[in-house]
């Protein structure tokens, strides 16, 4: 019999957003796998719960290695409590690769519904919330933060991005460059904790703010581009330029021109003669 692999959402900030279930899978799974052992002492503490099973951690540094080992205890019939340090496995945390292999076994795969950074911080933004997509974590390196920007600056869905508070004044600088200082967004911090703080305005405004120095958990969220006025979308050297932004960020430029033209609602040759005529300058 093979066992069950169960995805357990933790608080963000409050304890009290704890899910019911939670103390009751941390009392009866066989193996807890936890990102972070001291964090997880502490909420069982607070919890009042005692964990009935064996625990080891679950991180970056030892995801590779230790999902072997976890998806054997699942061939085997263990019950395995994946938990990170808040929100749920998997969102740019621990947890796909245990997933995946649970699902390679053919073991069942559920979850503890729980807090989420990402819908809560979209929830809370005041930009459109019925198409969004999550982004992760920016890259740390100016120029590579630069080109992931640039190949999404045309996206029309809701963005919504983690961030490092040390960082998030230049990365704010750098979406205010590649999506237009006026674009609206929001900065959530510390959600559900003490001291949560949402400001919202336009990139420009909050980058500015942010160099002044931000602590704590921080989630971004932007707003999408707006539609194009009639004709901007034909325009050739914006076009190119959509396409450059593309190429620069690692895609084919095949497939760069077939998703600028999905966009701007042309046929992929008008985009690629709008790259040849750049080329030709």
């Not at 069942?108 to 992760?136: I, K, M, N, Q, Y």
């Not at 050297?237 to 095949?254: D, I, N, P, S, W």
Request: charged share 30%.
């Amino acid at each position: 019999m093979t066992g069950i692999l169960v995805l357990a959402g933790t608080p963000i900030g409050d304890l009290a957003d704890a899910p019911p279930r939670l103390a009751r899978e941390l009392a009866e799974a066989d193996v807890v796998a936890a990102e972070d052992t001291r964090r997880l002492r502490r909420l069982t503490q607070g919890l009042d719960v005692r964990i009935g099973g064996r625990v080891v951690s679950y991180f970056e540094g030892n995801e590779v290695a230790r999902t072997p080992e976890l998806a054997k205890e699942l061939a085997d019939g263990a019950r395995v409590l994946l938990v990170t340090d808040a929100g749920m496995p998997s969102v740019s945390d621990p947890g796909y690769r245990l997933v995946a292999a649970a699902v390679e076994l053919g073991v069942r795969v559920t979850a503890v519904p729980g807090p989420s950074a990402v819908l809560t911080a979209l929830a809370l933004s005041g930009l459109p919330v019925d198409r969004f997509c999550f982004e992760g974590f920016p890259p740390r390196k100016a120029g590579e933060r630069a080109a992931r920007l640039r190949e999404v600056a045309d996206e029309r869905r809701t963005l919504v991005w983690f961030e490092a508070p040390h960082r998030l004044a230049a990365t704010l600088g750098a979406m205010a460059e590649a999506f237009g200082g006026d674009r609206a967004a929001a900065v959530c911090r510390e959600l559900t904790k003490t001291y949560e703080e949402v400001r919202r305005g336009p990139l420009a405004e909050l980058a500015a703010w942010a160099e002044e120095g931000v602590r704590g958990e921080i989630t971004v969220v932007v707003a999408g581009a707006a539609p194009e006025e009639d004709g901007a979308a034909a325009d050739p050297a914006e076009l190119a330029r959509r396409v450059a932004g593309r190429e620069e960020a690692g895609q084919a430029r095949k497939e760069a021109i077939a998703e600028v033209a999905r966009e701007a609602g042309l046929p992929k040759r008008a985009v690629f003669d709008a790259v040849v005529a750049a080329k030709r300058g």
